[in-house]
């Protein structure tokens, strides 16, 4: 999908992707998705999955995976051309679509505001936060060492692009940020709810053990319903 592009052609349409960017209200929030990709060093290979859980209970209810072959090198600033094309083609799997799905990586928090949460809820219409476990863009300002404590992150012009969020004490904080047809405020109050006993959040927890598990031959590709709890994850 992206393999042609150059860095300066993926700058380019970064700028006028986030053209697109909107951001509002969610009315309800039932389901949560959480996407993350693995892959083997050195391989072409994306495992990409997406989990959706309820919310706010964190009960996962289905899971869907999917493999993507792509030659564009990771970069900073650029992960959406490596990562989404993957997600997508998962995506395309589940048929009753999450209300908002969680991405690891940046939303707006991102030089041209358009991190992989932000790529991916565009191109996908959806709404999309960031929860990324380091800053990419912005000035960090530590929050204190209390669970929940925060900070805002601005650009250099004063506008707000995230949080940083301590969801653990005595544990380096998240980098929480809207993606796509989400507010900041609402993004960083369902992270809150989303996290449990971990410093990362239980979408992308769970994407993440789910689809190391698919990598490594534990899981196979496609959807998958979860009738019952599982508490491998």
Request: proline share 4%; with cysteine; net charge neutral.
């Amino acid at each position: 999908m992206y393999d042609h592009y150059s860095f300066e052609d993926a700058a380019t349409y970064q700028i006028e992707l986030a053209k697109q960017l909107k951001f509002h209200q969610l009315e309800r929030i039932q389901t949560i998705a959480g996407a993350d990709i693995s892959f083997n060093k050195n391989s072409t290979t994306m495992y990409a999955g997406i989990v959706i859980l309820s919310y706010p209970e964190m009960v996962l209810k289905s899971f869907a995976l999917e493999t993507y072959e792509t030659s564009f090198p990771y970069k900073a600033g650029f992960l959406g051309f490596k990562e989404v094309p993957a997600l997508l083609k998962v995506w395309e799997l589940i048929v009753e679509k999450p209300d908002v799905v969680v991405l690891d990586g940046n939303g707006i928090l991102h030089p041209r505001r358009m991190g992989v949460a932000s790529h991916f809820g565009i191109l996908a219409n959806q709404a999309t936060i960031g929860c990324a476990k380091s800053l990419l863009h912005g000035k960090d300002h530590q929050p204190e060492n209390v669970r929940y404590s925060t900070t805002e992150i601005k650009n250099n012009l004063g506008e707000l692009l995230g949080f940083a969020l301590k969801t653990k004490i005595n544990c380096a904080p998240v980098y929480v940020s809207a993606g796509h047809l989400i507010t900041a405020d609402q993004s960083l109050a369902i992270i809150k709810n989303s996290v449990g006993n971990y410093r990362i959040p239980e979408p992308t927890r769970m994407a993440h053990n789910i689809v190391n598990d698919f990598r490594i031959g534990k899981l196979k590709a496609g959807f998958h319903e979860v009738s019952a709890p599982l508490t491998l994850f």
